[in-house]
């Protein structure tokens, strides 16, 4: 899977996009998204950015780690013991 920064955002269509291309069922996570979940989840994680001191939202950690973004999905994919198939062709 090819990763590009354009055409980003939150939408359906992106997230049919999204799950389309890494195989997976979008439905559930729109779902979540829209739901009470999705509201908490986004409740929860922006006090947490307040209580970390984050600069800006597009902080990303993973494990802990601050990542840059510049290889995200490999980054990811690497911190898996046991990367799911969709990672074979990024690690």
Do not use: W
């Amino acid at each position: 899977m090819k990763y590009s920064h354009s055409n980003q955002g939150s939408d359906d269509n992106s997230a049919d996009k999204c799950g389309k291309a890494l195989y997976i069922d979008s439905a559930p996570i729109r779902e979540c998204a829209k739901g009470k979940r999705g509201t908490e989840l986004l409740k929860y994680y922006g006090e947490e950015i307040i209580k970390a001191n984050l600069k800006h939202v597009s902080h990303i950690q993973i494990n802990g780690v601050k990542n840059d973004g510049k290889h995200f999905m490999r980054n990811v994919c690497a911190a898996f013991a046991e990367p799911p198939t969709e990672c074979q062709d990024i690690l």
